[in-house]
């Protein structure tokens, strides 16, 4: 199917059959990805008659216009897009595999990431440990709301609706995401399923033994300052040292 966006973005059509993301005057992206079902099958409940080959999301970034490209450069920082499809498997939402931005080798920090909803709806299930329990807070999004994402969280995206769940983030072009403790885990702490109402309940393995502390919350709720006013991607372009400090934020 083809989504066509006629809207303030810089998308233009996207289509779901083969992952192809049309932007507008012929930007290109300057990597694109994409996440099959072969490298996320441990972190769904049931993928059974699910093939490997399953495509379950998209990620294209380094996204800018000819003229903000030496701003971008500058300020080492990258705008990207992810398109996560609307499809239930066996009930469960999709969702992405999810990570932590690794630490600064040299001050042992890490990176916020700003992120803005542009399409659909969906859940970011964040969570991190505190002392003797994971907190787990669960963000409803919807288009149009932004947030931040502290850097000691875990995260990860769920797709709750039933269009692609397209979302852009602004990050810091040094950063990089590990994987592999909730690879280890076999998945975040809750899966969110859909069947006329949203439902999620605790994963049976690799969480069962641990206390939960969750938490749903909207996006204009977070315990936190967002700090981000307008499109992300505008807000960057007005004041681009400001982002770059807000995104370095130890």
């Not at 810089?10 to 932007?23: P, V, Y």
């Not at 490298?39 to 769904?44: Q, W």
């Not at 093939?51 to 903000?68: A, F, K, M, V």
């Not at 329990?133 to 669960?138: P, Q």
Request: net charge negative; charged share 25%; proline share 3%.
């Amino acid at each position: 199917m083809l989504w066509n966006f006629n809207e303030n973005t810089l998308m233009s059509q996207f289509n779901d059959e083969d992952g192809t993301l049309l932007l507008q005057n012929n930007i290109k992206p300057r990597y694109h990805g994409v996440r099959y079902m072969k490298t996320m099958r441990s972190l769904f409940e049931n993928t059974a008659h699910i093939g490997d080959d399953q495509p379950l999301y998209y990620t294209y970034g380094g996204i800018c216009r000819d003229e903000d490209q030496v701003l971008f450069q500058k300020y080492g920082i990258i705008y990207e897009y992810s398109i996560l499809l609307p499809a239930l498997l066996h009930g469960e939402c999709m969702k992405t595999h999810g990570h932590i931005h690794a630490e600064n080798p040299d001050n042992h920090t890490r990176r916020v990431e700003a992120f803005e909803i542009l399409h659909g709806q969906g859940c970011f299930q964040l969570f991190r440990k505190l002392k003797d329990y994971w907190e787990v807070i669960l963000i409803h999004m919807k288009k149009g709301d932004r947030v931040l994402v502290p850097n000691d969280y875990y995260h990860l995206s769920i797709n709750t609706g039933n269009v692609p769940f397209i979302f852009a983030d602004l990050i810091k072009e040094d950063v990089e995401c590990s994987y592999e403790d909730i690879a280890q885990r076999k998945g975040a702490p809750l899966y969110l399923f859909s069947d006329g109402k949203l439902l999620y309940r605790k994963r049976n393995n690799n969480w069962n033994k641990e206390s939960l502390h969750i938490y749903e919350v909207y996006a204009d709720d977070v315990p936190w300052s967002s700090a981000l006013e307008t499109d992300i991607y505008m807000q960057f372009k007005k004041d681009a040292g400001a982002m770059q400090l807000l995104l370095g934020k130890e």
